[in-house]
């Protein structure tokens, strides 16, 4: 058949979004690369982090575009009004929360996987093996067998909500799938530590079991969980007519570092039969370490493992991932066959792998490259190496505070956290919360340093977690000097600490 004839025809003219002048993108783009570079290069320079001021918010409430601003004015406003304003967390002497800081070859990576555009649901194309390939490496440098199933997700939260629906799934005694979390013929239970993060909790709830399910376990001084505690727990609720059916176990408490007795909770949950789920948002990755491994001895018998790779090995946001033992109940609990997902023998619709099967993604975008060309760059053991020396780093920092008089420590520092606060005899402990509080906020507005904050037994603690390959020696050293000046000045004017 002959192609129709369109010559002269009024046709609609069509568009595209790919650029008039490629060489006009070309150069901004290298431009780009240019100005990050040099951005992150210079990141010391610059403070910590600094408040919003009144006049970029002002600028965010413009009205949106209608016409064309054109490729260089919007990069021109991003350098203005964004660029300036980061959270800070490349920065050396950023220690909140937990948050890696990411790497400029990370970045690269970024770039190339978002040009590549892939969606890694599945199908037969090269972005599903490289995601094979990181998860495997993930269970080798952590012990896991290679059995196992696994999947990469945008942080722990969403990792823990994963494995944690195996987990209900596996173990509810009927088919909950189908009929629903209603159908239980007696309420699940799950155990954990007090010290457990805040997104088992939501995980728990999203799940359809409520937090009343959720059973939080006492620790002991080092923060970590209460074995015979546990045990009881478990003996009660059994005795009360509920249906155990979790224990997780901490490797790394967001609080203080803590590592519960992994090999412990794997006895109980054995002798219980109950899953046994890992949440190793950071602290899973001191396996990395070789003197810092026997800390998580029994984590490799755990059912489900959640970790963070943006966290302790630096890898651009975001990159999280699950590992589950049983293949087979991991693909049970997210399979969702329909006509329009058939898996084929050959084309494209083929593929080892349909992680769409394993997770609540159908699109997922390609989080395994930046991964993959990190640990190729620099190999497991360097890894290894800056584990250590954040955790030594810790310990340095631990013995400035021990070792100055209007310091105090406030929790053991078994890895990369160190709780402390300012003091003096002459105020109570009300007292020195409110100075406490105040002395962070004046080290973040400063841009001097910008940790966060806990509080532990009744004590508010500016807490300092070191996941940062930039930091150095000389920044804890700035950090204690701006907190014993900051204090004794503020410590001078009662009516700041009223």
């Known amino acids: 058949m002959q192609p129709a004839n369109t ?13 008039d002048d490629w060489a006009e993108l070309r150069s901004l783009g290298h431009r780009m690369v240019d100005d990050m570079l040099a951005y992150l290069r210079t990141v ?5 982090w600094q408040p919003v001021p009144p006049e970029a918010k002002t600028h965010f409430t413009q009205p949106m575009p209608l016409q064309p ?3 260089q004015a ?14 800070g967390n490349i920065h050396p002497r950023f220690w909140g929360w937990v948050m890696g800081g990411g790497t400029p070859f990370g970045a690269l990576a970024e ?22 390939q990181v998860l495997d490496w993930c269970k080798e440098m952590l012990g896991y067998p290679q059995e196992a199933s696994g999947l990469l997700l945008s942080g722990g939260s969403m990792a823990n ?10 173990k ?26 805040s997104s088992l909790r939501r995980a728990i709830e999203l799940l359809g079991l409520g937090s009343a399910a959720l059973r939080r376990i006492s620790v002991n001084s080092s923060y970590e969980i209460d074995g015979p505690a546990l045990r009881q727990a478990i003996s009660e609720d059994r005795k009360d007519g509920f249906h155990p059916c979790c224990v997780i176990g901490n490797a790394g408490t967001v609080n203080t570092g803590a590592t519960d007795d992994l090999e412990e909770l794997a006895d109980i949950c054995q002798g219980e039969d109950l899953w046994f789920h890992v949440d190793g948002a950071f602290g899973a990755l001191a396996a990395l370490a070789p003197d810092l491994r026997p800390l998580l001895r029994g984590m490799e018998r755990a059912d489900s493992l959640a970790f963070d790779l943006h966290k302790w090995m630096f890898v651009p946001y975001g990159a999280g991932c699950v590992l589950v033992r049983d293949a087979g109940l991991h693909h049970q609990t997210f399979s969702s066959p329909a006509d329009y997902l058939t898996h084929a023998e050959r084309g494209v619709a083929a593929g080892p792998a349909w992680f769409s099967e394993y997770g609540p993604e159908l699109s997922r975008e390609f989080r395994a490259l930046k991964v993959w060309m990190s640990i190729k760059e620099h190999g497991l053991e360097k890894y290894g190496r800056l584990v250590r020396q954040n955790v030594e780093q810790a310990r340095y920092l631990a013995e400035l505070v021990t070792g100055h008089p209007d310091l105090e420590l406030l929790a053991p520092v078994p890895l990369n956290i160190v709780c402390f606060r300012y003091t003096q005899r002459s105020l109570g402990d009300d007292q020195l919360n409110e100075l406490n509080k105040e002395l962070l906020i004046l080290l973040q507005e400063s841009g001097v340093a910008a940790p966060s904050s ?3 037994g009744g004590r508010y603690a500016l807490r300092v977690a070191i996941t940062n390959h930039r930091s150095r020696r000389e920044d804890f050293d700035r950090l204690v000097a701006a907190v014993v000046e900051l204090g004794r000045e503020q410590s001078a004017r009662p009516v700041a600490i009223a």
């Open 454 to 456: 806990t509080v532990l």
């Open 172 to 197: 509810a005694a009927f088919d909950i799938a189908r009929e629903g979390v209603s159908a239980a013929p007696r309420s699940l239970t799950f155990y954990g530590s007090v010290e457990m993060h």
């Open 161 to 170: 909500l994963v494995a944690l629906a195996v987990a209900r799934n596996a």
């Open 111 to 132: 770039m190339l996987a978002a040009t590549m555009n892939p969606n890694v649901g599945g199908f037969e194309q090269g972005a599903v093996y490289v995601e094979r």
């Open 7 to 19: 010559e002269g025809a009024n046709l609609p003219v069509e568009e595209t979004l790919d650029p």
């Open 74 to 87: 919007v990069y021109d406003d991003f350098k203005t009004h964004v660029l300036p304003h980061s959270l």
């Open 69 to 71: 601003q054109g490729a």
């Open 44 to 48: 010391r320079d610059r403070p910590v």
